[in-house]
């Protein structure tokens, strides 16, 4: 069965970093493609950034890119979103999602963590 | 990255059908066949119910079904059940390499 377990969500200061942590199970993480998607309170939905299978080229929202980096640590079927300089409007719930920025089959999505950026 | 172009809300009675548009571009919608939907009930994570622009997944609904013709994808459901009621998203891979989600549409069963 596959499981996506979303964490380090939190209180942050404008300005301020948090990594988030995606931990899978129940496939072989190395070989699929992973996604961050981020729900601002009461608004839609919006793609983050994105890790392809394989070579694992990344990509980017205008909004994030230079802020914003997607990993992932095989070993530990990890996907990781290291966040830096943020602002209130990155506030949001950020989900990880199994698939990639090309064919955006995200059959599969982590529960969720919940950033706050404020003073 | 405009968002795609979704109506604010749509309503039906349970049994009717109803479609949910989806307006883009030739830079997306209409490049690629690379259209999702999503439903979202409140508090709950986004549900995959059509990927490339047409076909289903295992286990959802053949009830929903989705479309596409030039810049515009539709989403339509057919004999409306109340647990229908949901924020259904488009979402499509773009010339830019990204991915876009449309702003979202609320479908009440009335």
């Known amino acids: 069965e596959v499981q996506l377990l979303d964490s380090g969500g939190g209180l942050v200061q404008p300005g301020g970093s948090l990594r988030l942590s995606c931990a899978a199970s129940?496939?072989?993480?190395?070989?699929?493609?992973m996604t961050w998607v981020r729900q601002a309170p009461g608004k839609g939905l919006e793609w983050v950034s994105s890790?392809?299978?394989?070579?694992?080229?990344?990509y980017y929202a205008d909004s994030v890119k230079g802020r914003f980096t997607i990993s992932r640590d095989n070993s530990k079927n990890t996907l990781y979103l290291q966040m830096s300089s943020l602002r209130a409007e990155d506030t949001a719930v950020y989900y990880c999602?199994?698939?990639?920025?090309?064919?955006?089959?995200?059959?599969?999505w982590g529960q969720g963590t919940l950033v706050t950026v404020s003073s | 990255q405009s968002a795609l172009t979704q109506p604010a809300s749509v309503s039906g009675s349970p049994g009717q059908s109803i479609t949910i548009s989806c307006t883009g571009t030739?830079?997306?919608?209409?490049?690629?066949?690379?259209v999702s939907w999503y439903q979202q009930h409140p508090g709950k994570a986004p549900k995959l119910m059509i990927y490339?622009?047409?076909n289903r997944p295992s286990g959802v609904s053949n009830r929903f079904s989705g479309s596409k013709s030039g810049n515009t994808a539709s989403l339509t459901i057919s004999g409306l059940q109340a647990e229908d009621e949901a924020d259904y998203y488009c979402?499509?891979?773009?010339?830019?390499?990204?991915?876009?989600f449309g702003g979202g549409t609320k479908l009440t069963v009335l």
């Open positions: 979402s499509s891979y773009t010339s830019s390499s990204t991915r876009v």
């Open positions: 129940g496939f072989t993480f190395s070989s699929y493609a």
């Open positions: 030739s830079s997306d919608v209409g490049g690629y066949n690379y």
């Open positions: 490339d622009v047409t």
């Open positions: 890790s392809s299978g394989g070579d694992y080229t990344t």
């Open positions: 999602a199994k698939g990639g920025v090309v064919r955006g089959v995200f059959e599969y």
